[in-house]
């Protein structure tokens, strides 16, 4: 499977960016697609995941309420709505795929910058 990362860009406070994560290749292996940041200087952290189905979800506490995962069947593409943007969420986002629920994330697209202005 090929994954990649579209939608980055910047942004002032209060407004919102749309990320896409386009999967290619045998996509019937997906068990869930999960998007992750890296901040300048911080370390890599979980943003939000959905299983492949769709029925599971995740979101980091600094983004509930804010950001929206979703899964597109008919286009194999995971998008992360991200509203009320803030500049701490400022980072280089990425989106990876698990295989299985027994395999981490094994799968990573290219980096989408967002960068949000105060």
């Known amino acids: 499977v090929q994954l990649q990362a579209s939608g980055g860009g910047l942004v002032q406070a209060g407004g919102s960016l749309r990320l896409s994560c386009a999967a290619s290749?045998?996509?019937?292996?997906?068990?869930?697609v999960g998007w992750f940041r890296r901040a300048p200087g911080k370390e890599r952290e979980s943003v939000a995941s959905?299983?492949?189905?769709?029925?599971?979800?995740y979101y980091a506490d600094s983004v509930k309420g804010r950001f929206t995962i979703s899964r597109d069947y008919a286009r194999d593409t995971c998008s992360l709505q991200m509203n009320t943007l803030k500049p701490e969420d400022t980072a280089v986002y990425y989106c990876?795929?698990?295989?299985?629920?027994?395999?981490?994330?094994?799968?990573w697209g290219q980096g989408t910058l967002v960068t949000v202005s105060s």
């Open positions: 990876a795929i698990r295989p299985s629920a027994m395999h981490s994330y094994t799968t």
């Open positions: 959905i299983s492949w189905s769709g029925r599971n979800l």
């Open positions: 290749g045998r996509t019937q292996g997906i068990y869930a």
